[in-house]
């Protein structure tokens, strides 16, 4: 329980932390897990294999589609098909190949069953890194959607893998036949929770009601899929993503803003506990490799080679290739515009939590009672890759980028944005004319109501008007924020009054909260 305490401490302390040096927190936690792991006094994690992905993953991948959203994934489906799709598959492939070859005793499906277990890049690595390097939106949204959807594909051939290796069968037939009935049910239990929760949300209504729902749903997602034989990551993304995409109230203030801290203070929590534990298992991994280390290491030395080697050969004509039909074809979708951009990605290729899991799931014996072969090599081999790309790739990502002097189009997000206030402010005057159509305002009231309007946009981005109306506009937001500055005092003032009476005699705990939270929902007005 202390250990627990300590890595959500490390979660938290990572953040601000990994900003001011300059590194990612997940890399951070990872080290300060490897440190704990070499602790005499730390005691050894101990937790089921079968409790890490249904446990952890859920709730990961729900965050992070909170970033993104449907049309973005329909848009770039060519770039992520490549990459969480096809690149899984070579992966798989070519690390099999390599690891049936250098590990004595190893069959053919076990070695599969590695290449597949580390052929994904973890969905939370990448984002967790990308998103914090300030690169351009293309490339977060596609390592975002590789992230997200390379765990279906890998997750189901290390199954069929793993059910050849223990039953001494195999078929192609049935191994496609379940790809294609796992991505079926997955989709079909997504959308059909997705449409009961967003009824929910309207049905509760209170803030704190709608987020301790969306907590259960990841969940319920991930176990329902897997109970039907479909796949839990695909069912917890479908559900994520209709939900984003299918967002009941654009009124309900309250419940976004809780929604979303809500599940930024999760995405830090279980994202930091999850990289300390892949520190914190190197104590058994290393246990195993007693006497025979440096042979081990050569195999996962090769292994890693393997991974990253194949990530760039692919990456390099796969990003010319979608270039190349985005220029002829002019397809709507985010792909890498340079070289640079492709070493970028190629580099951001991180193993993370899910590999882990996989690992650890080895069975340790066949359905024959007779030992796994070369499990103990295999979760090796795969700590090695996954140790490696996560502390050699995330340490060095920032410089990398900073080398190459890959970063987001400032010029293009700012026309955006100004866009975007445009149409704002537009809205709220077309608004306005209605209402003037029903009521007879007063005429300051109307001329004041005309300037909220204008400020509306204005307030967003600065360049929709011009030198003389901005000079206004910030006449008018000095004396905004000095009006404001004073509110805020007297309502402190305020809520320190009702604070104070909380402890008196005779005090109801209950009205006292009651007034405070309408302050306080003043305040943030």
């Not at 792991?37 to 729900?62: K, T």
């Amino acid at each position: 329980m202390a250990l627990l305490f300590l890595l959500l401490l490390g979660a938290v302390l990572t953040v601000p932390l990994g900003s001011r040096l300059g590194l990612p927190a997940p890399v951070l936690m990872t080290l300060i897990g490897v440190v704990l792991a070499f602790l005499p006094f730390v005691p050894n994690v101990d937790i089921p294999p079968e409790f890490i992905l249904p446990l952890v993953l859920p709730p990961l991948l729900y965050a992070s589609v909170q970033r993104t959203s449907w049309r973005q994934f329909a848009a770039n489906r060519r770039p992520i098909f490549l990459l969480a799709v096809a690149l899984v598959f070579v992966t798989t492939a070519a690390v099999g190949a390599v690891a049936n070859a250098l590990v004595p005793g190893i069959p053919l499906a076990a070695a599969l069953a590695l290449g597949a277990l580390v052929a994904p890049p973890d969905p939370v690595a990448a984002t967790a890194v990308a998103g914090s390097l300030g690169l351009p939106r293309r490339l977060v949204s596609i390592l975002e959607g590789e992230g997200l959807f390379n765990d279906v594909t890998a997750i189901v051939l290390y199954h069929v893998a793993i059910t050849a290796v223990v039953s001494g069968h195999f078929s192609w037939t049935l191994a496609l036949g379940e790809l294609v009935l796992s991505a079926v049910v997955a989709v079909v239990v997504g959308i059909a929770l997705g449409w009961v929760t967003n009824r929910l949300i309207v049905i509760l209504g209170d803030p704190t009601l709608q987020t301790g729902l969306t907590l259960l749903v990841p969940f319920v997602s991930y176990v329902v899929a897997e109970e039907l034989h479909g796949s839990g990551v695909l069912g917890v993304l479908v559900t994520a993503l209709f939900l984003a995409e299918h967002a009941s109230d654009a009124d309900d203030v309250m419940g976004r803003l809780a929604g979303q801290t809500f599940w930024e203070v999760v995405d830090t929590l279980v994202t930091g506990i999850a990289f300390g534990l892949i520190g914190l298992e190197l104590v058994h991994v290393f246990g195993v490799a007693e006497g025979r280390g440096w042979r081990m290491i050569g195999w996962g030395a090769a292994v890693v080679a393997v991974v990253v080697g194949v990530r760039l050969i692919w990456l390099l004509p796969a990003s010319w290739l979608a270039k190349k039909l985005h220029t002829l074809r002019d397809y709507a979708e985010e792909i890498p515009m340079s070289w640079r951009e492709s070493v970028v990605m190629w580099w951001a290729g991180m193993r993370g939590v899910a590999s882990v899991a996989l690992a650890l799931a080895i069975p340790l014996k066949k359905n024959d009672g007779s030992p796994f072969p070369g499990r103990d090599e295999l979760v090796f081999i795969a700590f090695c890759v996954i140790l490696t790309t996560l502390v050699l790739q995330g340490l060095t990502l920032p410089w990398l980028v900073r080398r190459l002097g890959v970063k987001a189009d400032a010029e293009a997000e700012r026309v955006y944005e100004r866009d975007l206030a445009i149409r704002a402010a537009k809205a709220a005057r077309l608004r306005l004319k209605e209402v003037e159509e029903v009521e007879e305002l007063p005429e300051d009231l109307a001329e004041r109501l005309q300037r909220a309007a204008f400020d509306i946009g204005a307030r967003i981005s600065a360049d929709m008007v011009d030198d003389e109306r901005r000079a206004a506009f910030t006449q008018r937001v000095q004396r905004a924020h000095t009006l404001q500055r004073i509110q805020r005092e007297m309502l402190s003032a305020a809520r320190h009054e009702v604070l104070a009476a909380r402890s008196e005699p005779g005090a109801d705990p209950e009205v006292v909260d009651r007034v405070l939270r309408h302050l306080d929902v003043r305040s943030m007005r």
